[in-house]
């Protein structure tokens, strides 16, 4: 019985939940609800009180964090087999740079909740991040190989035709000809 007590116990401070203040802070830990004010109990800052009116929202489950994250990886798979079905061009090149536009916000988006909900239980979003690097790998391999075979853009600086390296530095170090 007094296992199971502890058991209890340790299971209650282990469980986090986030107050996200007014002010656009985030704060995760244990929180108990009083009359005027919540307190956290942090790992790290110990008990933290907030009055109320500090506090814009309290979030229990990082679905409430994650949005439209599903949708998104589901359009950028779309957006890759689109691509890839297509011929080689501009057109392959901006949506492949969209879709990893898209990629990296889902990977932010999942990487701060993780971080805000660390528990065992939310491990699936170990396995989310794992898949978008995976779909962000293949989208720059493929625009990689573009750029690679040369049938993309040129890559790096293009200089303009008669003008001599000395005269760029000189254009650099006088105001008068910059």
């Known amino acids: 019985m007094r296992s199971f007590a502890v058991f209890c116990l340790l299971s209650t401070t282990l469980l986090a939940d ?3 203040l007014k002010d656009g802070t985030r704060v995760s830990g244990r929180i108990v609800e009083k ?39 589901a359009a950028a798979k779309d957006d890759y087999s689109r691509a890839v079905a297509m ?21 932010a988006a999942i ?12 491990a699936d979003l170990d396995q989310k ?14 625009l990689h190989s573009e750029f690679a075979s040369g049938s993309g853009t040129r890559v790096g ?10 005269d760029a530095f000189s254009t650099l170090l006088d105001p008068v000809k910059r």
Do not use: C, H, W
Not at 111 to 122: A, I, M
Not at 157 to 166: D, F, K
């Open 18 to 20: 986030v107050a996200v």
């Open 35 to 73: 009359a005027q004010s919540y307190e956290v109990t942090t790992s790290d800052a110990g008990l933290r009180t907030f009055l109320k009116e500090e506090v814009e929202k309290i979030i229990k489950d990082p679905k409430e964090l994650l949005g439209d994250v599903v949708r998104t990886m």
């Open 87 to 107: 011929a080689e061009g501009p057109d392959r090149n901006a949506l492949l740079k969209e879709s990893i536009t898209k990629i990296d916000a889902a990977r």
């Open 111 to 122: 990487s701060s909740t993780r971080e805000l909900f660390p528990e065992d239980k939310y």
């Open 129 to 142: 991040l794992m898949q978008i690097m995976q779909l962000k790998r293949l989208l720059r391999d493929r």
């Open 157 to 166: 600086p293009v200089r303009p035709a008669g003008v001599s390296l000395e």
